[in-house]
């Protein structure tokens, strides 16, 4: 859709005339659309997900799709493709809902296909939805790096802050079977990537390595 199309979808939404719900899915989600148009205008440009989570049309985006006539579900299904900045939008909208275990399964797929920029987001949203007694850090850590260290230390870095906050927040991390059918190779290069790139705190999520 043109974004002069969107701009006058948004136009007609905020018309005084214009009679309906609180919340009107589809004008919210046009209105969405235009910030996420911005968005991805710049967001090759940005060095990080923090640095964008700072703009405010990613701010704007968010909210427009946290209310209620979008269910979790809908929000994480809003685009195919992880670099979108409306797929991002919809990902930190869920992160603002109350804690739903049920999301746990679908976030998890999720994560498991894409970069590091949508695995940011993914991870704050699991921070949210996943229950303190399921072990999370250690979860992150093995199902990104077990695919991706030849990647180097840049996707881990980008997750140290959410992983540190669920370790600050009482976390006793553990890979529990996850390290089952994993050579002693693999073992030994997730070791050294996570030794020499992680924080201090982080760095007892390898402990069972």
């Known amino acids: 859709m043109a974004i002069g199309d969107l701009f006058q979808r948004v136009f007609e939404y905020l018309s005084p005339s214009t009679s309906r719900p609180q919340f009107d899915k589809e004008a ?15 967001i090759r440009d940005l060095n990080s997900p923090m640095a964008l989570e700072q703009k405010s049309e990613f ?4 909210t427009l799709l946290d209310v209620p006539c979008f269910t979790s579900r809908e929000l994480l299904e809003l685009s195919d ?27 998890l797929a999720l994560f498991d296909d894409g970069g590091p920029w949508h695995k ?19 979860e992150f850590i093995f199902r990104h ?7 180097g230390d840049f996707p881990i870095k980008i997750m140290a802050p959410v992983l540190n906050q669920r370790l600050e927040d009482g976390e ?10 994993l050579d002693a190779e ?17 760095r007892k999520v390898v402990e069972p390595l």
């Open 120 to 138: 940011y987001f993914v991870m704050k949203a699991l921070l949210v939805h996943t229950p303190a007694e399921q072990s999370l850090a250690g």
């Open 81 to 107: 493709d992880p670099s979108d900045a409306i797929w991002q939008m919809g990902v930190m909208a869920v992160s603002r809902r109350d804690a739903d275990p049920q999301l746990v399964g679908p976030l």
């Open 28 to 42: 919210q989600l046009a209105a969405t659309e235009v910030q996420a148009v911005f968005v991805d205008g710049y």
């Open 172 to 181: 006793k991390p553990s890979f529990g079977r996850l390290l089952d059918n």
């Open 186 to 202: 693999k073992a030994d290069g997730l070791q050294e990537i996570l030794t020499s790139s992680l924080d201090s705190p982080l």
């Open 145 to 151: 790096l077990k695919h991706e260290a030849h990647r």
């Open 59 to 62: 701010e704007l985006g968010i």
